[in-house]
């Protein structure tokens, strides 16, 4: 089965710019969607198609998807960014969505 | 406005059943994918089932013969019936629909299933 990995956790001042990698086997052959989480909330869609930006979601946040690994990048970070974010792609080969095991990003 | 309210979660014992339920507003879950994600204590998102266009659907390998998919189109509400619950199905479950690039572009708030043992 189709495995992505995300790092446990990142940390950021304010400000600057992050990356979170999410890491599988020709990636960059699939479309990659990213969620973000707050604690005691549902999931939120801020990337789709590798860099798309739903309605809503700030220009900070970007993607990127080539060959085994897919970013997102968020600039100028702010306190309020501080959540879980996951990766996700669909699985052709077992008709199967997987998610990454989530990033945890901490605004210093 | 779109709008996703699961329902249902509760407290069961192993080896139980429930069925969730979650109804969908401000769309049409007849001609849109429907899928349930689940979400254990402190742990990551782990999809669960999708539902799509003409009935077909689709299961985790973790639930594939306990649980099911549906979806009622006049109800405009979708479910997942659970048999055979087990502790580690316990978790908050999220229904979630897919919009155009079939990423979950809506999600509920949530229902939880706690499973004793």
């Known amino acids: 089965s189709y495995e992505l990995t995300q790092p446990t956790s990142v940390s950021v001042a304010p400000g600057k710019t992050t990356t979170i990698a999410c890491g599988g086997n020709k990636i960059g052959t699939k479309s990659v969607h990213w969620y973000q989480q707050k604690p005691g909330q549902a999931p939120v869609l801020v990337i789709y198609?590798?860099?798309g930006r739903p309605s809503g979601i700030p220009e900070r946040f970007s993607g990127s998807n080539s060959g085994n690994t897919a970013t997102l990048t968020i600039s100028r970070v702010e306190a309020g960014d501080e959540a879980d974010y996951y990766c996700?792609?669909?699985?052709?080969?077992?008709?199967?969505?997987?998610f990454g095991g989530g990033t945890k990003l901490t605004v210093l | 406005e779109v709008q996703l309210v699961e329902s249902g979660g509760g407290l069961v014992q192993s080896g139980g059943s429930l069925r969730l339920s979650c109804a969908a507003s401000g769309f049409t879950v007849s001609n849109t994918y429907m899928n349930w994600v689940r979400q254990a204590p402190g742990k990551g998102l782990e999809w669960v089932s999708l539902i799509y266009s003409g009935n077909g659907t689709y299961h985790a390998d973790s639930v594939r013969g306990r649980f099911t998919i549906s979806r009622h189109s006049s109800r405009n509400t979708v479910y997942l019936q659970m048999h055979d619950l087990r502790p580690e199905d316990t978790a908050t479950y999220y229904c979630a629909k897919s919009g155009y690039s079939r990423s979950f572009d809506f999600w509920g708030q949530g229902t939880l299933v706690t499973v004793s043992s």
């Open positions: 996700q792609v669909w699985d052709s080969s077992t008709y199967h969505w997987v």
């Open positions: 198609y590798d860099s």
